[in-house]
């Protein structure tokens, strides 16, 4: 697993089109333009070069923080990939590939690879979020290695530092106005509507998009879906991490484990964790961590990390794949394959700085307290929910044990100033009434089935696929049936023959042996 993980949802899920872009054949480059038209300017030297197709780009500078001109401005980049066929095209996708914070315009050639069938006849619309990619940085001096490898302890801290670092331009990272800068240069582009594509966080804003510029859009389409109301204590994702357990062993072929034994075993490493964490070095590119891998590490391993990239190459070994042998070896006092996976797992850790990640998520997403409170009693309320918790609800682990592994929920925002910061995203917004396409990988317990279904209800007219033996997010397959779907589904507002969705292999299982 050489891949490197900077999208999230719940932490840091791996950006589809980022994967797939390490398995693209090399393409034949043709020069990028630029637009034609009252909006024409030249190529600025980041535009991205897609192999049969003209790519125009540009910046606009937009308002840090609506109705504050004091706080100045922020130059927020996007790339259009213009369709091949002749005539005009017949609509524009928006992409989001995930985050907060993750960007867009340096995959211009894997989205364009994935979705190529759909960009014969339309064009694709590529914004790197402010403080992301080729839009201009808002740093607040928290590293993802840094981030994901502290402490709970150090965690909050990082995100305190990250708001102090911030001031008052804390409030310009939100998910309101991501939407508000996409919809500006929808309109700076001269696209009527837009199809919106959203992935992971994606399927956050694009419904944020859809109620502030309802009668710009098109049709929707959300993978690894989550919704507006997600649980602040994340007890979908720690369910989901037993039903993958059970789910890989009961697929694999030869039968490689017992799923319900696999379980048995989560359950009691988690336990010994929580007792005696055990520190496990971990190098990267940018020096060597000492990681004190407790319950939330082990939390975090199993629904974030594991979730990625399954499906991708189902023959090959995967972190969800090697899990039940790792920890039928840790229970039988063996721990070296589980850490093992946790180092290999930790190269990813990286020196991006997370302020887009942190602010957006501390502003936007629910939380188990009010916003309006002083920290003794934000703790007050946070420790009430969590003891209104009922045994079982996060599955193998403990309450506290699998909050305190998440990057985005529990307590981790618990020091957000209110001072300088908006009011959480609203959850209970009007959406328009447009054709919307949900899908879930039913081995993702980053963004599990539930969660899917949840966003769906937040539509009228939506309809809701599962996807059998893929992790977060589906379109990681590499046979086309996934984005086949969704382009079908963005084209015509119907999803087609979804067959296929039902028919992807199983994932290789490391056999455990007695």
């Known amino acids: 697993m050489t891949y490197k993980r900077t999208a999230r949802r719940a932490g840091l899920a791996v950006s589809v089109m980022a994967v797939t872009a390490l398995v693209l054949p090399t393409a034949t480059a043709t020069a990028t333009a630029p637009m034609s038209g009252p909006a024409a300017t030249a190529a600025p030297t980041w535009c991205p070069t897609v192999g049969g197709h003209q790519v125009d ?40 590939p995930g985050g907060p914070g993750e960007t ?33 940085p808002i740093p607040c001096g928290v590293t993802d290695a840094e981030y994901r490898f502290g402490t709970r302890v150090q965690q909050r801290a990082a995100v305190e530092r990250c708001a102090k670092n911030l001031g008052p331009k804390a409030a310009g990272y939100t998910s309101a106005a991501t939407a508000d800068d996409i919809d500006a240069i929808r309109a700076h582009i001269g696209a009527p509507k837009l199809s919106l594509y959203g992935l992971s966080y994606g399927t956050y ?36 991490v037993s039903s993958n357990l059970r789910r890989v062993c009961e697929r694999s072929v030869p ?184 899908l879930s990988g039913d081995l993702d317990a980053n963004t599990p089935e539930a969660s899917g279904k949840k966003a769906a209800e937040q539509f009228r007219n939506s309809r809701y696929f599962s996807v059998r033996n893929m992790g977060h997010v589906p379109e990681l397959e590499l046979s086309g049936c996934v984005t086949g779907v969704s382009s079908h589904f963005l084209r015509t507002g119907e999803p087609g023959d979804t067959s296929c969705l039902r028919t992807l292999p199983p994932i290789t299982v490391t056999p455990v042996r007695g």
């Open 255 to 438: 039968v490689a484990c017992d799923g319900e034994q696999a379980v048995q075993d989560l359950a009691t490493t988690a336990a010994r964790l929580r007792a005696e964490p055990m520190t496990v070095p971990i190098t990267t590119d940018h020096g060597v961590y000492q990681k004190r891998f407790t319950e939330d590490k082990l939390a975090n391993l199993l629904f974030e990390a594991a979730s990625s990239q399954v499906g991708l190459e189902p023959d090959k070994p995967s972190l969800l794949g090697q899990l039940p042998h790792a920890l039928d070896r840790f229970v039988k006092g063996d721990a070296a394959p589980l850490r093992t996976l946790v180092q290999e797992e930790g190269k990813t850790g990286s020196t991006v700085d997370q302020a887009p990640y942190i602010a957006v998520t501390c502003n936007d997403y629910r939380k188990a307290w009010s916003k309006n409170v002083p920290l003794s009693e934000r703790w007050n309320q946070y420790n009430a929910a969590l003891a209104a918790v009922r045994p079982g609800e996060h599955g193998a682990f403990s309450a506290k044990g699998f909050t305190e592994g998440t990057t985005d929920a529990g307590d981790v925002c618990i020091g957000w100033p209110r001072e300088n910061t908006p009011d959480p995203q609203p959850t209970k917004l009007k959406l328009p009434d447009v054709p919307v396409l949900v």
């Open 104 to 136: 867009s315009i340096d995959k211009a050639e894997a989205f364009a690879w994935g979705l190529e069938g759909l960009l014969k006849d339309h064009d694709l619309l590529l914004v790197d979020p402010r403080g992301t990619g080729k839009s201009q």
């Open 57 to 96: 780009c540009g910046r606009l500078d937009r308002p840090l923080v609506a109705g504050k001109p004091e706080l100045g401005k922020v130059k927020v980049s996007y790339a259009v990939v213009r369709h091949s066929a002749p005539g005009p095209a017949k609509g524009t996708v928006a992409v989001n």
């Open 205 to 240: 804003l694009m419904p944020v998009y859809a109620s502030r510029h309802p009668e710009r859009v098109r049709s929707i389409v959300l993978s690894g879906a989550y919704p507006l109301a997600l649980d602040p204590l994340g007890r979908p994702s720690a369910q989901a």
